[in-house]
Nanobody, 128 residues
Framework: QVQLVESGGGSVRTGGSLRLSCTVSGLTFQVHGMGWFRQRPGLEREGVSCISGSANSADYADSVKGRFSISRDNAKNTLYLHMNRLKVEDTAMYYC??????WGGGDWCGDRDEFQYWGQGTQVTVSS
């Protein structure tokens, strides 16, 4: 049984930082690409960032490039999202997800259908 447990969400002021974590069990972590998605109020779930199984490749949504950084520790079966210079518009429920693919690139990164397992989400709230 695959399980994903996110943590690290919270409330911060604009310009602040948070680090989200996602610990995965029930599969061979390092052969799976991983992604972070978010769902802002009133909007559809969107891709934020993704990373290959080996961590050699990563991609970001334009809205977070230069501010967010994705990483993973395969020894700990854990995925991270380092979020810096947070903006009010980053307020959302953040989800981690596992793909059956090692890496897809391009449209794969933001395609929810390419990710088969999902965490329960962790809330990030940014206030001015």
């Amino acid at each position: 049984q695959v399980q994903l447990v996110e943590s690290g969400g919270g409330s911060v002021r604009t310009g602040g930082s948070l680090r989200l974590s996602c610990t995965v069990s029930g599969l061979t972590f390092q052969v799976h690409g991983m992604g972070w998605f978010r769902q802002r109020p009133g909007l559809e779930r969107e891709g934020v960032s993704c990373i290959s199984g080996s961590a050699n490749s990563a991609d970001y949504a334009d809205s977070v490039k230069g501010r967010f950084s994705i990483s993973r520790d395969n020894a700990k079966n854990t995925l991270y999202l380092h979020m810096n210079r947070l903006k009010v518009e980053d307020t959302a429920m953040y989800y981690c997800a596992v793909s059956d693919s090692f890496w897809g690139g391009g449209d794969w990164c933001g395609d929810r259908d390419e990710f088969q397992y999902w965490g329960q989400g962790t809330q990030v709230t940014v206030s001015s």
